[in-house]
């Protein structure tokens, strides 16, 4: 089993290079399948264990994908054959529901097996499936596989979303880019990712209008074709590099970050105290004092990402005072805590709150990062502890951060990976 060893107490400086966004690239892999002539090259890739997964199911139902260099593939998705994803990588990741709105869009009909994805609470899909129910597809789950059959064409259609959901904004956009006549969906979800989908899209061909607002509209088109693109930067990758700055008082600058799209957690460290200037497409985040607690409650964007919460959750930790966390997205995202309570934070969690008060310091211990984020929390309180930490489960940190101790260690920080020769404990 592979672990990391960080040594805390070291202040981070320096520069570090954000990644492309892990929730646009997992969504934008997919939609290039839907090219009915020529390739899709996409730049910016993360190096996440996320995208190696999709790139492998990619392969599996036919596509042919190169690798250009460190951060860019090239997808041909002429030898695709099958309209059926149910292999061994599928169960891996959640994105991987992106398939069904894809190859159901480019042969009527999809059979994808369940999802899988970070452990954090009841994920359901019925708002994907009434999005596809209402552009005249059947819906079937047999055997753990999502089946779906649109035998008389796919037609467009008005859909209302009940919640605002990423996934099921981008499928329904999926499945409608090449339906006959125009899809509204209404309470979409407005994250950079669901703009940065549209657009790689759009650059496909598609007539996706409205993205970034809450009502998309997708006109369908008979032709989708290849098109170079570069994917947005990691909203959440930089939010955490923002955070694990401030939290150990470092002076670390952003590189290829949009501040825009960080602007509610830009606006969260400058209340705790965090000094904050922005670029044009640079962030520098440095922070002297000790910082002081506030409230956060979680909201689909503009609001607070709920993928942020566990990582400032350590900070707070830290922090003078008292704080709440409302977590209003997710029901089983606080799974971190009890791994921070380890290491002396003072958290109590009542359903969807948190209730911190802040420590004066957190001291290293043998922790688990029980899924992504909370993997990304632990680094952060490993960075800042003094003495030694251990993760492990750290499979979880690579799905969604690329080369995490190497960009930690060009800012100061002392991190490695070790081997161990334990078996890793399967909880999910
Ligand atoms: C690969 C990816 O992009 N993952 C992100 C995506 O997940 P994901 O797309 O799975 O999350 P959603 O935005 O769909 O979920 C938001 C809320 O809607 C609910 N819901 C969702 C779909 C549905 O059919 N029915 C339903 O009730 C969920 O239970 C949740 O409470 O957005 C989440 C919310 O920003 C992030 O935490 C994840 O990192
Ligand atoms: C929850 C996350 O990922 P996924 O939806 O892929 O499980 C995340 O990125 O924080």
């Not at 090259?41 to 993360?46: A, Q, S, T």
């Not at 922790?367 to 499979?395: F, H, K, N, P, Q």
């Amino acid at each position: 089993m592979e672990k990391l060893l960080i040594e805390g107490g070291k202040r981070l400086f320096g520069n570090v290079v954000i990644s492309g966004a892990k929730n646009a690239a997992v969504a934008i892999l997919p939609a290039a399948i839907l090219s009915d002539e020529g390739i899709c090259k996409i730049d910016n890739l993360p190096q996440i264990e996320d995208i190696y997964c999709l790139e492998k199911m990619l392969a599996e139902i036919g596509a042919s994908i190169k690798k250009e260099g460190k951060d860019c593939i090239i997808i041909d998705p002429s030898g695709i054959k099958s309209h059926i994803a149910t292999g061994e990588e599928v169960r891996k990741m959640r994105a991987s529901y992106y398939l069904i709105g894809a190859l159901l869009s480019k042969y009527g009909k999809a059979e994808v097996v369940f999802p899988g994805g970070c452990p954090i609470g009841v994920r359901p899909i019925d708002q994907h499936i009434k999005g596809f129910e209402a552009l005249g597809a059947k819906v079937l789950i047999e055997h753990g596989i999502i089946k779906v059959y649109a035998e008389e064409g796919l037609k467009g259609s008005s859909i209302y979303l009940d919640v605002v959901s990423v996934g099921a904004t981008i499928n329904i956009m999926l499945a409608a880019c090449k339906a006959k006549g125009t899809t509204i969906i209404e309470n979409a979800a407005k994250e950079p990712h669901v703009v940065d989908v549209a657009n790689f899209l759009n650059a496909m061909g598609a007539n996706i209008k409205g993205a970034g607002t809450d009502v998309i509209k997708v006109t369908g088109v008979e032709h989708l074709k290849g098109c170079e693109y570069s994917v947005v930067p990691d909203q959440i990758e930089a939010g955490t590099y923002m955070i694990a700055a401030a939290a150990t008082k470092g002076d670390v600058t952003l590189i290829n970050v949009i501040p825009k799209h960080l602007e509610s957690i830009t606006a969260k460290l400058i209340e705790m105290g965090v000094d904050i200037e922005e670029g044009e497409d640079t962030i520098r985040v440095s922070c002297k004092d000790k910082t002081h607690g506030v409230n956060v409650k979680t909201l689909p964007y503009p609001g607070f990402p709920t993928d942020l919460q566990q990582p400032l959750s350590v900070l707070l930790s830290i922090s003078e005072g008292r704080s709440i966390i409302t977590e209003n997205i997710w029901e089983a995202r606080f799974k971190h805590v009890d791994e921070l309570k380890r290491m002396g934070a003072n958290i109590k969690v009542e359903g969807k709150i948190a209730l911190i008060e802040g420590v004066e310091k957190l001291s290293g211990a043998d922790v688990v990062a029980t899924d992504l984020r909370a993997g990304a929390a632990m680094v952060i309180a490993g960075l800042v502890a003094e003495g030694y930490t251990t993760i492990s489960s750290i499979r979880h940190i690579d799905r969604g951060y690329e080369n995490i101790e190497d960009k930690l260690r060009g800012l100061g920080a002392e991190i490695k990976r070790i081997k161990t020769d334990e078996r890793e404990f399967e909880c999910d």
